[in-house]
């Protein structure tokens, strides 16, 4: 039984193409996040989302959505793809914020070309 | 706002030798420390975290970690790796609110040598 799950595992496109990252939890959490793992393997935080309320790290550009059709669900959307787009992003989930553990997905390659 | 530092991007050990991993904080508020391990072409597992009690955590696989305030450091130790350590190990914080998520380390690469 995988926790998070993130389809696909691996996205090529083109630059300009509008793209979308699935990600499902079967543990009941309540919060859910993105992050992004750039080639240098830095973590950082785009997302997060709880009981409906998103925070947004403000420096992603708006260019990314996040999609919440419900608690178990948090959706990346990317219109007009750019090089610098090329990442691994990685969806986690957790139950509440603050010290609970954050259990992470696969993540997925995006490679834009 | 917070920050992590990790200072060695990248750790070479033999294997059975001790090793620690040093991670650094800064944060004007209360916050909580964890760290995690990537392994090859996979996603972050949680090795131990620092929430508040004893300042030193006992986790997974062996690894266990000392929150020292003063220096604010939350350095991860092992007394004896083996070559199936190998991987990508990241200190992170988050505050007590944690709505933010996580602030993540730029990580350090251990690196087993037989």
């Known amino acids: 039984d995988t926790a998070v799950s993130q389809t696909p595992k691996y996205l090529v496109t083109q630059m300009g193409n509008d793209k979308s990252i699935k990600c499902e939890q079967n543990?009941?959490?309540?919060?859910m996040y993105w992050y992004k793992q750039d080639s240098k393997k830095f973590l950082k935080i785009m997302f997060s989302?709880?009981?409906?309320?998103?925070?947004i790290n403000e420096t992603v550009p708006n260019r990314f959505s996040p999609k919440s059709p419900d608690k178990a669900h948090l959706n990346l959307h990317i219109n007009s793809l750019e090089l610098g787009d090329s990442a691994v992003y990685f969806c986690?989930?957790?139950?509440?914020?603050?010290?609970?553990?954050?259990?992470f997905g696969q993540g997925t390659r995006l490679t834009v070309v | 706002a917070q920050s992590v530092t990790q200072l060695d991007s990248q750790v070479p050990v033999f294997e059975e030798a001790p090793v620690e991993l040093r991670c650094n904080y800064s944060?004007?508020?209360?916050?909580?420390l964890f760290w995690y391990v990537q392994y090859p072409n996979q996603g972050l597992q949680l090795l131990l975290k620092y929430l508040s009690g004893s300042t030193l955590v006992k986790g997974i696989n062996g690894f266990e970690a000392e929150f020292n305030k003063s220096q604010t450091s939350f350095h991860l130790r092992k007394p004896s790796v083996h070559i199936s350590d190998t991987a990508e190990y990241f200190c992170a914080v988050s505050d007590r609110g944690g709505a933010d998520g996580l602030t993540f380390g730029k990580g350090t690469h251990l690196i087993i040598q037989p």
């Open positions: 944060s004007s508020v209360s916050v909580y």
């Open positions: 989302y709880n009981n409906k309320e998103l925070i």
């Open positions: 543990l009941g959490h309540d919060t």
């Open positions: 986690a989930s957790s139950q509440g914020t603050g010290g609970t553990e954050a259990f």
